[in-house]
């Protein structure tokens, strides 16, 4: 039977319009869906979700006097569940954006403005907090200027104080580096596309504990769910198109005769995928979506509307 379908397209308007719906600036609408998916996870990767978390300081940590009044505003957002979301760059809601840092040491930079000012963001700051954030807890590891985002340091305080952590990016059978990377070398090899294996002052050498880049600079787990995103909505088109018979037995008993072309569109509803009957609107659920696939619908606890 002829069925007009492209499941793909249908999935890169959704996207289009949850980032729009998100306040994000807008994709151009001529980009493929992979495009306008990366940008999507690559905005919701950078979001902090808002829930109530641990405040944990490393032994090295310190913060000037002049900022502590910022501190204790943030430290209060961490504990209470407040929005960190305003501490963070200002080039935050930009979906094309690439957060360095993040993406290759999972570390957030925060401002430590004591009110919001422009934009609903705190007042920005000279001094940056650095601290590696997870669903329960933020690691504070110290409080420095903005010439440290390539300052190895940074893995060697998380080191010394939550081994445990670094363990999952550890090279225990490479004892030492022939060339220590220097805070320049880290920054050039970011902007080049080249993840940096890099040996911390405390001892250890460590692959990327953000997983890495691509050679676009684009994280390498933005563009894993990028993949697998597309491979399942690829799936689910074949499904579709096998099980179009049912959607016009469907059709027929609710009084309209199909003519061909059949014309299916993508529905994506909490964790169910639907195949839609462009006309009528008749519909049949092609599955439900697996934990690791669930932002394609919407995912409890995102900062915002997800993919």
């Keep these: 039977m002829d069925v007009e379908i492209d499941f793909l397209d249908d999935w890169r308007l959704i996207l289009l319009q949850r980032l729009e719906a998100a306040g994000a600036p ?50 209060s957002k961490i504990a209470s569940g407040g929005d960190l979301n305003p501490h963070l760059s200002t080039r935050l809601e930009k979906p094309w954006f690439n957060d360095a840092l993040l993406n290759d040491w999972d570390i957030q930079h925060f401002h430590l403005g004591e009110r919001a000012e422009a934009l609903g963001l705190v007042g920005r700051t000279g001094e940056l907090l650095f601290a590696r954030v997870t669903s329960e807890k933020v690691y504070l590891i110290d409080v420095r200027d903005h010439q440290s985002f390539s300052d190895r340091a940074l893995l060697g305080i998380l080191q010394s104080n939550w081994p445990d952590m670094m363990s999952t990016c550890s090279l225990p059978r490479v004892r030492s580096l022939p060339v220590d990377s220097s805070t320049m070398d880290i920054t050039k090899l970011r902007k080049a ?53 049912e959607i016009v037995v469907l059709a027929a008993q609710a009084g309209t005769d199909l003519r061909p072309p059949i014309q299916l569109r993508l529905d994506l509803e909490g964790e169910a995928v639907w195949s839609r009957e462009e006309v009528t609107g008749v519909r049949i659920q092609l599955g439900c979506l697996s934990q690791s696939q669930r932002i394609l619908g919407g995912q409890q606890g995102m900062p915002w509307p997800a993919c």
């Design 193 to 245: 596309g080249i993840d940096p294996i890099v040996q911390v002052p405390s001892g250890g050498v460590y692959m990327p504990l953000g997983g890495g880049v691509v050679t676009s600079g684009t994280s390498a787990e933005v563009m894993r769910l990028v993949i697998e995103h597309m491979n399942v909505i690829e799936g689910c088109e074949d499904v579709a198109k096998a099980r179009v018979s």
């Design 26 to 75: 807008a994709a151009l609408p001529a980009e493929t869906a992979r495009e306008v998916a990366k940008q999507c996870f690559n905005l919701v990767r950078r979001l902090i979700p808002r829930r109530p978390r641990r405040v944990l300081r490393s032994r090295e940590f310190s913060c000037h006097s002049h900022r502590m009044e910022g501190l204790q505003l943030l430290e």
